[in-house]
């Protein structure tokens, strides 16, 4: 069975600074291309960024480049979204998702329940 869990969002004033968790239940999760996405209130999801499979290759939106950083520790079975330089609109709820494949943003099969992160201006 797998799970993803999120963790670390939260309230912070805008030029601050969040990393966010995720604890995954996965077999083979040292093979699994780990993504992060968003969702904002009345807005789609939106592809935010992602990691292969040994870390040694990441892709981000246009608009987070520069502020966040995606990383992984196989070790612990978690990937982490280093979030630098908020800005109110980066509010939403961020969600953590697998798949086995390549970086694009789309096809992935698993996906964590989402954690809040509240910028305020």
């Known amino acids: 069975q797998v799970q993803l869990v999120e963790s670390g969002g939260g309230l912070v004033q805008a030029g601050g600074s969040l990393r966010l968790s995720c604890a995954a239940s996965i077999r083979s999760f040292s093979s699994a291309v780990m993504g992060w996405f968003r969702q904002a209130p009345g807005k789609e999801r939106e592809f935010v960024a992602a990691?292969?499979?040994?870390?040694?290759?990441?892709s981000a939106a246009d608009s987070v480049k520069g502020r966040f950083t995606v990383s992984r520790d196989n070790a612990k079975n978690t990937v982490y979204l280093q979030m630098n330089s908020l800005k109110p609109e980066d509010t939403a709820v961020y969600y953590c998702?697998?798949?086995?494949?390549?970086?694009?943003?789309?096809?992935?099969?698993?996906w964590g329940q989402g954690t809040q992160v509240t910028v305020s201006s």
């Open positions: 990691i292969n499979w040994i870390g040694s290759s990441t």
């Open positions: 998702a697998a798949k086995f494949g390549s970086l694009t943003p789309s096809g992935y099969n698993y």
